[in-house]
Protein backbone atom coordinates (compact mmCIF):
# COMPACT_ATOMS: atom_id res chain seq x y z
CA UNK A 1 0.00 0.00 0.00
CA UNK A 2 1.27 3.39 -0.81
CA UNK A 3 -0.55 6.15 1.78
CA UNK A 4 -0.06 9.98 0.67
CA UNK A 5 -0.91 12.60 3.20
CA UNK A 6 -0.49 16.17 2.14
CA UNK A 7 -2.04 19.27 3.20
CA UNK A 8 -2.44 21.11 -0.52
CA UNK A 9 -4.85 23.28 -2.17
CA UNK A 10 -5.10 22.65 -6.18
CA UNK A 11 -7.48 25.19 -8.41
CA UNK A 12 -10.73 23.28 -8.91
CA UNK A 13 -9.69 20.32 -7.17
CA UNK A 14 -9.44 18.76 -3.82
CA UNK A 15 -7.69 19.86 -0.70
CA UNK A 16 -6.43 18.34 2.27
CA UNK A 17 -5.54 15.32 0.07
CA UNK A 18 -5.31 11.73 1.72
CA UNK A 19 -4.37 9.25 -0.52
CA UNK A 20 -3.98 5.62 -0.14
CA UNK A 21 -2.61 3.36 -2.94
CA UNK A 22 -3.12 -0.27 -2.86
CA UNK A 23 -1.81 -3.07 -4.76
CA UNK A 24 -3.29 -5.45 -7.59
CA UNK A 25 -3.03 -6.47 -10.98
CA UNK A 26 -5.01 -5.80 -14.41
CA UNK A 27 -5.35 -7.07 -17.79
CA UNK A 28 -3.32 -4.45 -20.00
CA UNK A 29 -6.06 -1.86 -20.22
CA UNK A 30 -2.80 1.17 -21.56
CA UNK A 31 -0.80 2.03 -24.61
CA UNK A 32 1.65 4.26 -21.84
CA UNK A 33 -0.79 6.06 -19.36
CA UNK A 34 -3.83 6.14 -21.20
CA UNK A 35 -6.11 3.21 -23.20
CA UNK A 36 -5.88 1.63 -26.13
CA UNK A 37 -9.18 2.99 -28.21
CA UNK A 38 -10.04 1.04 -31.69
CA UNK A 39 -9.31 3.22 -34.58
CA UNK A 40 -6.80 5.45 -32.86
CA UNK A 41 -3.61 4.77 -34.74
CA UNK A 42 -1.51 6.76 -33.01
CA UNK A 43 2.57 7.11 -32.87
CA UNK A 44 5.47 9.44 -32.07
CA UNK A 45 8.16 10.00 -35.00
CA UNK A 46 5.40 9.08 -38.12
CA UNK A 47 3.79 12.69 -39.44
CA UNK A 48 0.69 11.43 -40.39
CA UNK A 49 0.07 9.63 -37.16
CA UNK A 50 2.14 11.79 -34.79
CA UNK A 51 1.72 14.52 -31.52
CA UNK A 52 0.96 17.08 -34.27
CA UNK A 53 -1.60 14.85 -36.56
CA UNK A 54 -5.47 14.67 -36.16
CA UNK A 55 -4.28 11.32 -34.32
CA UNK A 56 -3.68 13.11 -31.54
CA UNK A 57 -6.76 15.21 -31.44
CA UNK A 58 -9.24 16.44 -29.39
CA UNK A 59 -8.59 17.25 -26.29
CA UNK A 60 -4.84 16.13 -27.02
CA UNK A 61 -4.86 19.98 -28.79
CA UNK A 62 -7.42 21.76 -26.59
CA UNK A 63 -7.20 20.65 -23.36
CA UNK A 64 -5.64 23.04 -20.56
CA UNK A 65 -4.10 20.84 -18.17
CA UNK A 66 -2.17 18.48 -20.70
CA UNK A 67 0.97 15.99 -19.62
CA UNK A 68 4.09 15.70 -19.77
CA UNK A 69 5.36 19.97 -18.55
CA UNK A 70 8.47 21.28 -17.92
CA UNK A 71 8.64 21.15 -13.98
CA UNK A 72 10.23 24.23 -13.10
CA UNK A 73 13.53 24.89 -10.15
CA UNK A 74 10.99 26.83 -8.15
CA UNK A 75 7.96 25.41 -7.56
CA UNK A 76 5.33 26.11 -4.86
CA UNK A 77 6.99 24.40 -1.57
CA UNK A 78 4.84 22.55 0.69
CA UNK A 79 5.50 22.60 4.07
CA UNK A 80 3.87 19.48 5.01
CA UNK A 81 5.27 15.96 4.00
CA UNK A 82 3.82 13.24 1.45
CA UNK A 83 4.13 10.21 3.38
CA UNK A 84 4.76 7.36 1.09
CA UNK A 85 4.57 3.66 1.51
CA UNK A 86 7.69 2.95 -0.15
CA UNK A 87 7.62 -1.48 -0.18
CA UNK A 88 4.24 -1.76 -2.42
CA UNK A 89 5.64 -2.17 -5.78
CA UNK A 90 7.22 -5.34 -6.15
CA UNK A 91 6.05 -9.28 -6.90
CA UNK A 92 7.27 -12.23 -7.17
CA UNK A 93 6.82 -13.47 -10.89
CA UNK A 94 5.56 -10.50 -13.63
CA UNK A 95 4.35 -10.40 -17.26
CA UNK A 96 5.62 -8.03 -19.70
CA UNK A 97 3.95 -7.15 -22.84
CA UNK A 98 5.24 -4.82 -26.36
CA UNK A 99 2.02 -3.54 -27.35
CA UNK A 100 3.88 -1.59 -30.15
CA UNK A 101 4.16 1.70 -27.84
CA UNK A 102 5.91 0.62 -24.82
CA UNK A 103 6.67 -2.26 -22.51
CA UNK A 104 4.04 -2.85 -20.35
CA UNK A 105 4.26 -4.57 -16.68
CA UNK A 106 2.20 -6.04 -14.89
CA UNK A 107 2.79 -8.82 -11.02
CA UNK A 108 1.25 -11.88 -11.13
CA UNK A 109 1.64 -12.44 -7.70
CA UNK A 110 0.79 -9.98 -5.08
CA UNK A 111 3.03 -9.49 -2.41
CA UNK A 112 2.28 -11.20 1.18
CA UNK A 113 5.21 -9.62 2.85
CA UNK A 114 3.17 -6.68 4.56
CA UNK A 115 3.72 -3.86 1.62
CA UNK A 116 0.27 -4.07 0.35
CA UNK A 117 -3.39 -5.75 1.17
CA UNK A 118 -3.69 -9.27 -0.13
CA UNK A 119 -7.05 -9.81 -1.50
CA UNK A 120 -8.78 -12.30 1.08
CA UNK A 121 -11.22 -14.02 -2.41
CA UNK A 122 -10.20 -13.92 -5.88
CA UNK A 123 -11.89 -15.15 -9.01
CA UNK A 124 -9.57 -16.25 -11.74
CA UNK A 125 -9.33 -14.31 -14.48
CA UNK A 126 -7.99 -16.75 -17.54
CA UNK A 127 -5.29 -14.61 -19.29
CA UNK A 128 -3.17 -15.85 -22.58
CA UNK A 129 0.38 -15.76 -22.03
CA UNK A 130 3.49 -16.83 -24.02
CA UNK A 131 6.57 -18.67 -22.44
CA UNK A 132 8.59 -20.02 -24.41
CA UNK A 133 7.06 -20.15 -27.60
CA UNK A 134 3.95 -21.58 -26.08
CA UNK A 135 0.55 -20.43 -24.66
CA UNK A 136 -0.22 -20.98 -21.24
CA UNK A 137 -2.87 -19.76 -18.80
CA UNK A 138 -2.15 -18.13 -15.39
CA UNK A 139 -4.65 -17.12 -12.78
CA UNK A 140 -4.81 -13.79 -11.87
CA UNK A 141 -5.95 -12.28 -8.32
CA UNK A 142 -9.15 -10.32 -8.50
CA UNK A 143 -8.98 -6.78 -7.65
CA UNK A 144 -8.68 -5.60 -3.95
CA UNK A 145 -11.36 -3.55 -3.45
CA UNK A 146 -11.65 -0.43 -1.63
CA UNK A 147 -13.67 3.12 -0.90
CA UNK A 148 -13.53 6.81 -1.81
CA UNK A 149 -15.26 9.11 0.19
CA UNK A 150 -15.98 12.05 -1.24
CA UNK A 151 -17.25 14.10 1.71
CA UNK A 152 -13.97 13.29 3.90
CA UNK A 153 -11.69 14.66 0.77
CA UNK A 154 -10.10 11.41 1.13
CA UNK A 155 -9.07 8.49 -2.08
CA UNK A 156 -8.19 4.86 -2.46
CA UNK A 157 -6.01 4.34 -5.35
CA UNK A 158 -5.10 0.81 -6.51
CA UNK A 159 -1.75 0.20 -8.20
CA UNK A 160 -2.50 -1.19 -12.00
CA UNK A 161 0.51 -1.48 -14.12
CA UNK A 162 3.95 0.06 -15.17
CA UNK A 163 5.73 0.88 -18.02
CA UNK A 164 8.21 2.92 -19.72
CA UNK A 165 9.13 5.99 -21.80
CA UNK A 166 12.45 6.34 -24.20
CA UNK A 167 14.24 8.00 -26.25
CA UNK A 168 16.53 7.39 -29.30
CA UNK A 169 19.54 9.37 -27.20
CA UNK A 170 20.85 8.95 -23.97
CA UNK A 171 20.40 12.82 -23.43
CA UNK A 172 16.24 12.39 -24.50
CA UNK A 173 13.39 10.26 -23.66
CA UNK A 174 11.64 11.07 -20.57
CA UNK A 175 8.52 12.76 -20.87
CA UNK A 176 9.01 15.26 -17.74
CA UNK A 177 11.71 17.26 -17.72
CA UNK A 178 13.16 19.77 -15.26
CA UNK A 179 13.52 23.04 -16.72
CA UNK A 180 15.53 22.38 -20.08
CA UNK A 181 17.06 18.83 -18.65
CA UNK A 182 15.12 15.61 -19.88
CA UNK A 183 16.26 12.45 -18.59
CA UNK A 184 16.93 8.93 -21.00
CA UNK A 185 13.99 7.23 -19.75
CA UNK A 186 10.57 7.75 -17.61
CA UNK A 187 8.84 5.21 -15.51
CA UNK A 188 5.19 5.13 -14.64
CA UNK A 189 3.80 3.27 -11.97
CA UNK A 190 -0.30 3.74 -12.95
CA UNK A 191 -3.04 3.72 -10.08
CA UNK A 192 -6.55 4.40 -10.46
CA UNK A 193 -9.20 4.92 -7.66
CA UNK A 194 -10.67 1.53 -6.12
CA UNK A 195 -14.07 2.31 -5.96
CA UNK A 196 -13.77 1.51 -10.25
CA UNK A 197 -13.29 -1.91 -11.67
CA UNK A 198 -10.89 -0.76 -14.06
CA UNK A 199 -8.83 1.75 -16.09
CA UNK A 200 -11.70 2.05 -18.31
CA UNK A 201 -14.13 2.98 -15.82
CA UNK A 202 -12.29 5.16 -13.95
CA UNK A 203 -11.55 7.04 -17.37
CA UNK A 204 -15.65 6.78 -18.63
CA UNK A 205 -16.29 8.00 -15.07
CA UNK A 206 -15.30 11.89 -15.77
CA UNK A 207 -13.41 11.83 -12.41
CA UNK A 208 -11.07 14.14 -12.36
CA UNK A 209 -9.35 12.22 -9.94
CA UNK A 210 -9.51 9.08 -11.70
CA UNK A 211 -5.88 7.93 -12.29
CA UNK A 212 -2.30 8.55 -9.98
CA UNK A 213 0.80 8.11 -11.94
CA UNK A 214 4.20 8.09 -10.11
CA UNK A 215 7.06 8.94 -12.08
CA UNK A 216 10.63 8.48 -11.77
CA UNK A 217 13.52 9.35 -14.04
CA UNK A 218 16.35 7.08 -15.43
CA UNK A 219 19.36 8.83 -16.30
CA UNK A 220 21.88 7.26 -18.16
CA UNK A 221 25.36 7.52 -16.10
CA UNK A 222 28.39 6.47 -15.53
CA UNK A 223 27.86 5.55 -11.58
CA UNK A 224 25.37 2.70 -13.25
CA UNK A 225 28.22 0.54 -14.40
CA UNK A 226 26.85 -2.34 -16.55
CA UNK A 227 23.62 -1.65 -15.34
CA UNK A 228 20.97 -0.65 -12.62
CA UNK A 229 19.84 -4.24 -10.61
CA UNK A 230 16.35 -3.00 -10.29
CA UNK A 231 15.60 -3.41 -14.54
CA UNK A 232 17.93 -6.22 -14.76
CA UNK A 233 14.61 -9.08 -14.84
CA UNK A 234 13.15 -6.71 -17.57
CA UNK A 235 16.16 -5.87 -19.29
CA UNK A 236 17.80 -9.45 -19.38
CA UNK A 237 14.22 -10.86 -20.78
CA UNK A 238 13.31 -8.19 -23.34
CA UNK A 239 14.51 -10.04 -26.19
CA UNK A 240 11.27 -12.36 -25.81
CA UNK A 241 8.73 -9.10 -26.86
CA UNK A 242 11.05 -7.97 -29.66
CA UNK A 243 8.05 -7.76 -31.48
CA UNK A 244 4.47 -6.15 -30.55
CA UNK A 245 1.57 -8.00 -29.94
CA UNK A 246 -1.87 -6.78 -28.02
CA UNK A 247 -2.79 -10.32 -27.19
CA UNK A 248 0.50 -11.74 -26.32
CA UNK A 249 2.46 -11.56 -23.14
CA UNK A 250 5.70 -13.20 -21.82
CA UNK A 251 5.49 -14.51 -18.42
CA UNK A 252 8.83 -14.06 -16.61
CA UNK A 253 9.29 -16.64 -13.13
CA UNK A 254 11.30 -14.15 -11.39
CA UNK A 255 10.97 -11.28 -8.65
CA UNK A 256 10.83 -7.93 -9.90
CA UNK A 257 10.65 -5.20 -7.76
CA UNK A 258 10.53 -1.18 -8.25
CA UNK A 259 10.71 0.33 -4.62
CA UNK A 260 14.32 0.87 -4.35
CA UNK A 261 13.74 3.49 -7.35
CA UNK A 262 11.47 5.01 -5.03
CA UNK A 263 13.59 5.08 -1.88
CA UNK A 264 16.91 6.01 -3.36
CA UNK A 265 17.62 8.71 -0.17
CA UNK A 266 16.68 9.23 3.54
CA UNK A 267 14.67 12.32 2.48
CA UNK A 268 13.43 12.24 -1.35
CA UNK A 269 11.13 15.02 -3.12
CA UNK A 270 8.56 14.89 -5.34
CA UNK A 271 6.60 16.92 -7.16
CA UNK A 272 2.24 17.28 -7.85
CA UNK A 273 0.13 18.46 -9.88
CA UNK A 274 -3.03 18.06 -11.95
CA UNK A 275 -2.70 16.30 -15.20
CA UNK A 276 -3.44 14.51 -18.03
CA UNK A 277 -3.07 11.05 -20.05
CA UNK A 278 0.33 11.16 -21.80
CA UNK A 279 -1.46 9.22 -24.86
CA UNK A 280 -4.71 9.94 -26.79
CA UNK A 281 -6.97 10.23 -25.77
CA UNK A 282 -5.29 12.87 -23.29
CA UNK A 283 -8.03 12.64 -20.50
CA UNK A 284 -7.23 15.44 -18.32
CA UNK A 285 -7.84 13.13 -15.01
CA UNK A 286 -4.46 12.22 -13.27
CA UNK A 287 -2.89 13.33 -10.09
CA UNK A 288 0.56 13.73 -10.91
CA UNK A 289 3.49 12.51 -8.33
CA UNK A 290 6.75 13.05 -9.89
CA UNK A 291 10.10 11.91 -7.80
CA UNK A 292 12.82 14.43 -8.45
CA UNK A 293 15.75 12.89 -8.12
CA UNK A 294 16.94 10.58 -11.03
CA UNK A 295 17.70 7.15 -10.95
CA UNK A 296 21.51 5.94 -12.47
CA UNK A 297 20.68 3.77 -15.35
CA UNK A 298 23.25 2.70 -17.95
CA UNK A 299 23.73 2.85 -21.56
CA UNK A 300 22.60 -1.43 -21.97
CA UNK A 301 19.84 -0.27 -20.25
CA UNK A 302 17.89 1.91 -22.08
CA UNK A 303 19.19 0.52 -25.27
CA UNK A 304 17.55 -2.82 -25.06
CA UNK A 305 14.61 -1.05 -25.11
CA UNK A 306 14.97 0.49 -28.90
CA UNK A 307 15.39 -2.70 -30.25
CA UNK A 308 11.59 -2.98 -29.87
CA UNK A 309 9.28 -2.88 -32.84
CA UNK A 310 6.24 -1.18 -32.88
CA UNK A 311 2.75 -2.62 -34.86
CA UNK A 312 4.02 -1.65 -38.07
CA UNK A 313 7.51 -3.51 -37.55
CA UNK A 314 9.77 -0.41 -37.35
CA UNK A 315 12.12 0.29 -34.68
CA UNK A 316 10.67 1.68 -31.12
CA UNK A 317 13.30 4.61 -30.88
CA UNK A 318 11.21 6.79 -28.99
CA UNK A 319 7.84 7.01 -27.47
CA UNK A 320 7.88 10.45 -25.56
CA UNK A 321 5.27 12.91 -25.78
CA UNK A 322 6.51 16.59 -26.47
CA UNK A 323 6.32 18.87 -23.39
CA UNK A 324 2.87 20.90 -22.87
CA UNK A 325 2.31 24.42 -21.99
CA UNK A 326 1.47 24.30 -18.18
CA UNK A 327 -1.18 27.37 -18.42
CA UNK A 328 -0.40 28.52 -14.92
CA UNK A 329 -1.10 25.42 -13.33
CA UNK A 330 -0.02 25.39 -9.60
CA UNK A 331 2.86 22.77 -9.16
CA UNK A 332 4.00 21.79 -6.03
CA UNK A 333 7.16 19.80 -4.56
CA UNK A 334 7.23 18.33 -0.91
CA UNK A 335 9.47 16.08 0.99
CA UNK A 336 8.26 12.46 0.90
CA UNK A 337 8.45 10.81 4.04
CA UNK A 338 8.76 7.12 3.92
CA UNK A 339 6.51 5.10 5.71
Known amino acids: MIFICTNRRYSGSFSSILVFITFTSFWNYGDGVGLHREGNDYCYSDPECGPDSDSWGDTCQTGLRQSPISLPHRPHLLPDVTALHLGSYRGDAFRMQNNGRTVHIEFLEQPNHGHGPRPQNHRPNHLNFVQNGFPIHAQMPFPFLGRYNREESSAYYKFDSAHFHWGNRDDVGSEHCFEDRCFSMELHLVHHLSNYDSMSEALESGDSNALAVIAVMLDVTPAAGHGNP ?32 LA ?7 YSYKGSLTTPDCDEQVNWFVFKKPIAISHRDVHAFRFLRDSKGNLLRENHRPIQNRNGRAIFLSAVKPI
Open 230 to 261: VLAPIVNNIFQIEESSHDEHVYINQPLDFSPL
Open 264 to 270: TTSKPFV
